[in-house]
């Protein structure tokens, strides 16, 4: 606004009285010190014990399954979670919506029909084991943010190649840009314009420091992985 | 309840009581303690075991601290380059000198979008500026939507703690407030019942307001991105469904690039609430058509944060990420709770912040309300170093209150005028240990300790006693032992 185009010189002036950048800000942030651990150590196959380990720590869900055994996962899952009504991102392979229920694929769903939903099933972009961390970019086959954020159950589909050890390790996917093709498997994800880490479902502990699973965002979070890679 | 009536906590350091008068109702009030001490112990308990868990705690740290001190020397650079690509995003981008400013901006923003009322992520700076009360008398009714924010607001209480902001009430306490404002008078006082009691409250709200205020945690400048931390959803509640947002940022808010991320991810949940990381964690850049608000923008605040940049040694009062990790190992907050700090920002931080940000102009007993002890600096994930502040601020309030005419004859400065002439000549100081001694003599007991001193010394005896002097100096002890030649 151009009325206060005066209060940005104002303090970008006093920024400026008050600093004094010996180099270029580009060459000293390459100069930063990073000593902190980039890569963890473990085998894939540990990593991903990890992740279920610290998953189920926070209150999630989790099963294995098989590539082939997918489907009767998911339809398993769903018969368990005595849910009917379910919503889906419209980038999720067809084979996940299992017959028997009603599925509303978001094809431009309002916010009132996202709320009436009783669970959603999407996909996601990554996972890094040391904090339990799903990573979803909200691409076609993770949804709009508000897809995973109104229903009270969240099934998420996560493949076995998808999961780091380490927060850096997520990072460094990000900092190479996507795969052109989605189906070519690369782990590269490029920088998100939007992303939702999730630690476990929606949790409290306002109330004399007690951990109350589930508030406004989902109280149910399922996972399911899926062992892609050998 | 917690606070009787009359004793409602005044969290404007312009008009709170000092420190030690504001601490008395909680020094006095054993259930406040208790709450206090038995969330802080929780959190600790917490922290210590994550913490732990970390090999390169110490590096994380070392780099925090790093990327933050880098951030705040360019931060003209980073900045703007920030608003360029929020602006590019589709963001739009307000720069606040001053608390009034930042108020009329989001009023501005707010009647543009002809919302009447407004939801709201925890956001401290927000208390900072009072935006609640100042919206309300423009006829906007803004809605907390963190449950501890929910407590107070319906309470009518203040926070005292920046992340657990209501830890000084407990369950039953809660419980008469929800049943009480809510209308719910069967609700019981178990944790879950009332965490759904506020789900339920909150839902229409957040399905049918047309607009949200959030603060950052982080600003990217890299990519004129925005993070937002929480724990409950109803961050993310307030970051999607509504038509229009605003985030209100502190200037000192932004990170160069997207990948300091990393750095600053591991270490705030684990400071904050000992979790490895929060449920959720929410970032999103500009404008995405089809998700989301589509009239976004972001409020950049100054409000004396230029001023606290310009001095070298107070400079790293702003690289706080605002974890509260300070004040939940802090042994005076641990006694006084939050609202003995008179601002929203309690604890060490607030302690070096508040008067920063008030120019020096009020809150000058906080930089005393601290016993050095450095616990703070330890567990700061940047590496702040708040004792080094807060000597810097006492030796500056000193300075002030010396220079104010009524304190020429004020007995502390003349006994310690007196105290700079004894200390400043040798002789002048031997004569006063030999003067000492005699005198004291007839107050030191058998078993050479002093009970009771009359007058001002009463003030020293009333709660420990005071060794008596030996009857030899280490001096004169010298002095003969050379004489007899060893």
């Avoid at chain 1, 294995?64 to 009767?72: C, T, Y």
């Avoid at chain 2, 939050?338 to 009020?362: D, E, F, K």
Wanted: proline residues 6%; neutral net charge; charged residues 20%.
């Amino acid at each position: 606004m151009s009325m206060h185009a005066s209060s940005r010189q104002q303090v970008l002036a006093r920024i400026r009285a008050a600093t004094h950048p010996a180099a270029a800000a580009a060459a000293a942030y390459a100069r930063l010190p990073r000593p902190y651990i980039r890569r963890g150590q473990r085998a894939a196959g540990s990593c991903v014990g990890l992740l279920i380990e610290r998953l189920r720590d926070y209150d999630a869900e989790v099963v294995e399954a098989a590539p082939e055994e997918l489907p009767a996962t998911i339809a398993a899952r769903l018969a368990a979670s005595g849910r009917r009504v379910f919503v889906a991102p419209p980038g999720v392979p067809a084979e996940w919506l299992a017959s028997g229920y009603e599925w509303r694929v978001d094809r431009g769903l309002s916010t009132e029909e996202i709320e009436k939903a009783e669970g959603v099933v999407t996909a996601a972009s990554c996972a890094i084991a040391d904090s339990g961390t799903l990573v979803l970019h909200h691409s076609a086959a993770e949804g709009r943010r508000v897809l995973t954020l109104l229903p009270d159950w969240h099934l998420c589909i996560l493949r076995a190649s998808q999961v780091v050890e380490t927060l850096p390790e997520y990072f460094d996917r990000c900092a190479q840009p996507p795969a052109p093709h989605p189906s070519d498997q690369s782990p590269s994800l490029g920088t998100p314009v939007l992303a939702t880490y999730i630690s476990g479902p929606s949790a409290t502990a306002d109330i004399e420091m007690t951990r109350i699973k589930g508030v406004h965002g989902p109280r149910y979070l399922q996972v399911i992985l899926v062992r892609d890679t050998n | 309840m917690s606070q009787a009536k009359g004793e409602h906590a005044i969290l404007d350091p312009a008009l709170a009581p000092p420190f030690p008068q504001a601490a008395l109702p909680v020094l006095r009030n054993p259930q406040l303690r208790k709450n206090v001490a038995h969330a802080i112990d929780v959190i600790q308990a917490k922290r210590g075991r994550l913490v732990a868990e970390k090999a390169d705690w110490q590096e994380l740290r070392e780099a925090a601290a790093a990327i933050r001190a880098h951030v705040l020397e360019n931060l003209e650079f980073y900045l703007e380059q920030f608003e360029e690509r929020c602006t590019a995003a589709g963001g739009h981008v307000h720069w606040a000198a001053d608390a009034d400013e930042a108020r009329q901006i989001i009023l501005e923003i707010l009647r543009q979008a002809e919302a009447t009322e407004v939801i709201k992520i925890k956001t401290m700076t927000s208390a900072e500026i009072q935006l609640n009360p100042f919206l309300e008398a423009a006829g906007i009714k803004a809605y907390e939507t963190d449950l501890a924010e929910i407590i107070l607001q319906l309470g009518e209480q203040e926070p005292s703690h920046i992340v657990v902001p209501a830890l000084h009430i407990n369950r039953s306490q809660v419980r008469e407030i929800f049943a009480r404002r809510m209308g719910l008078s069967h609700l019981s006082d178990d944790p879950k019942e009332l965490t759904n009691a506020a789900r339920a409250y909150l839902r229409q709200k957040f399905l049918s307001v047309p607009a949200a205020i959030s603060g950052a945690n982080f600003l990217v400048a890299e990519t004129g991105g925005v993070a937002v931390v929480e724990s409950e959803g109803n961050g993310r509640m307030c970051l999607t469904l509504p038509r229009t947002m605003i985030t209100l940022a502190g200037i000192e808010k932004v990170l160069p690039r997207f990948q300091d991320l990393e750095v600053v991810l591991q270490l705030l949940a684990r400071s904050a609430t000992g979790e490895r990381m929060n449920p959720y964690t929410s970032l999103w850049t500009g404008v995405t058509p089809g998700d989301g608000p589509q009239n976004f923008h972001v409020v950049l605040l100054d409000n004396g944060r230029t001023s606290i940049l310009a001095r070298p040694k107070h400079r790293q009062t702003l690289k706080c990420i605002r974890c509260a990790a300070c004040m939940n190992a802090c042994p005076v907050y641990r006694q006084t709770g939050g609202h003995a700090y008179g601002s929203v920002y309690p604890g060490p931080i607030g302690a070096i912040l508040t008067p920063q940000l008030a120019q020096m102009h009020h809150a000058q007993s906080l930089p005393f309300a601290s016993s050095l002890c450095g616990a703070c600096y330890e567990v700061c994930p940047v590496k702040i170093n708040i004792p080094e502040v807060l000597l810097e601020l006492r030796s500056e309030v000193v300075n002030q209150e010396r220079s104010t005419a009524g304190r020429v004859f004020d007995p502390l400065y003349l006994g310690l005028r007196v105290a700079h002439l004894i200390f400043s000549r040798a002789w002048i100081f031997h004569l006063a240990q030999r003067l000492g001694r005699i005198g004291l003599r007839f107050f030191t007991r058998k078993d050479g300790w002093i009970h009771a001193l009359p007058s001002a010394g009463g003030k020293w005896t009333q709660t420990r006693d005071l060794r008596g002097l030996p009857p030899q100096t280490f001096h004169a002890w010298w002095a003969a032992r050379a004489r007899e030649g060893k």
